[in-house]
C-alpha cells in the first residue's frame, strides 16, 4: 500500500514529503510491534537497551554517562530507567567510594536470563518485520541510511 492510500488522499503527495512519511510510519510500525514483543516481560524498548548495553560490558560495570552515550534512543532519564531495572531485580547499583557521584551499574544473573528470553522473542519480531526484504535489498537499505 503506497502513502496515499494510507493516508486516504487523492492528492499526489511531494517526493521529498512522501519519504519523510515512509520513515515516520516504519518507525511507528517497528516501535509498536517491538513494544508488543516485551511486554509480556514487561520491560520497555529502552530498558531492553539498558540490559543489552550491560551485558556488553561483559561483567565490568557502567556508569549512567556510558548508557546514554551508547543507548539507541538518547534520553536523559537514564536514571529512571535503572531504577526500574533495579526494581525488577535485574541490575544492582553501587556507588563507588571514593566518589560519591560515581553509580556504576552491572547486569546481574537474573538480568541476563530474562534477556535471554526477549532475545529468542526479539529474534522472531526482527524475522517478521523483515520477511519481505532479501538479504541483498537489507545490505542496500543499510547503506543508504548510512548516507544519514
Known sequence: MNVEEQL?????????????????LVNNTINEQIAQTLKPFDVSLQQFNVLRILRGQQGKPANLSTLNERMVTKMSNTTRLVDKLLAKGYVKRVVCSSNRRKVEITIIEEGNKILKKMDVAMKNTEASILKNFSREELEKLNNLFNKF
Do not use: N, S, V
Not at 8 to 24: G, N, Q, S, V, W
Open 8 to 24: 486516504k488522499t487523492d492528492k499526489a503527495i511531494p517526493l521529498e514529503t512522501r519519504t519523510i512519511i515512509h520513515f515516520m
